[in-house]
């Protein structure tokens, strides 16, 4: 049986403003003061770097527009821009398995469906997390994650259609030297938009991890709340259950 979550559809939000959503929501998730909360959104030019994100992997021009920020996410360093999807699962684990490689390896066949709705033929690569693209292997979406109490933040981001230079100019990406990217805009040989992309990629991650996601309204512009996000969502949790108990 399917089990309840929240979906968070934004639009480009810049990467601390969600990295601060993502906790806030962790910590209602942890509690039990919400369900399992998933966020889809794009990012302005930023490369993250991960725990074992060494200083030689970044090369970025010095007035390139991008900004540089550390995370508490597994791996290395990465690129996310406009015209990628990012999607940032957060999950309890406890009622998932409690198996970090598991949600590792359901994230990237998430991936895999959604880029099977599009008729573009995806796989892992032994020893390297991610997914990509076959004869020569091209990286179309990278996974990084953190795990707290067995609950989830960060998670996977897609390449839709976007320039796949920063993976490599700017930084070596994944700590791969002669790693190539690519795109789906690019597998197909068409420009694609973000919110093309979206509806595929909420229902391979709702199969993948047998969620029924229920949208939630979101304000104009990214959709964060004046109100703390966590309380927002509590109250809503709590006002759905004092309904279904009167009715």
């Not at 966020?39 to 540089?68: C, N, Q, S, W």
């Not at 892992?124 to 292997?137: A, D, F, H, K, M």
């Not at 994650?145 to 230079?165: E, F, M």
């Not at 690519?182 to 909420?202: K, M, N, Q, S």
Request: with cysteine; charged share 25%; hydrophobic share 40%.
């Amino acid at each position: 049986m399917s089990r309840g979550a929240y979906l968070l559809d934004l639009g480009r939000v810049p990467y601390q403003e969600a990295w601060d959503l993502q906790r806030s929501l962790a910590g209602a998730v942890s509690q039990g003061a919400i369900p399992d909360t998933v966020i889809f959104l794009e990012h302005p030019p930023v490369v993250t770097l991960g725990r074992r994100a060494d200083e030689l992997e970044l090369h970025v021009p010095e007035h390139a527009e991008v900004d540089v920020v550390e995370t508490d996410r597994g791996g290395k360093s990465t690129y996310h821009g406009p015209g990628q999807l990012v999607c940032y699962p957060i999950l309890d684990l406890k009622r998932h398995g409690k198996d970090v490689k598991k949600y590792v390896h359901d994230l990237e066949a998430a991936l895999i469906r959604t880029l099977m709705a599009l008729d573009i033929e995806a796989t892992r690569l032994e020893g390297l997390t991610g997914v990509w693209l076959q004869r020569p292997p091209r990286k179309i979406a990278s996974i990084g994650v953190h795990i707290s109490r067995w609950v989830t933040t960060h998670g996977y981001a897609l390449n839709v259609d976007l320039d796949p230079s920063p993976f490599t100019e700017w930084i070596t990406a994944c700590g791969l030297e002669d790693a190539a990217f690519t795109t789906i805009g690019r597998e197909l040989g068409r420009a694609i938009a973000v919110d093309d992309v979206r509806p595929f990629a909420h229902a391979a991650l709702a199969e993948v991890f047998d969620l029924q996601l229920e949208p939630l309204p979101t304000e104009d512009g990214h959709g964060l709340w004046e109100q703390p996000i966590h309380q927002q969502l509590a109250d809503a949790s709590v006002a759905r259950t004092n309904a279904t108990v009167s009715s």
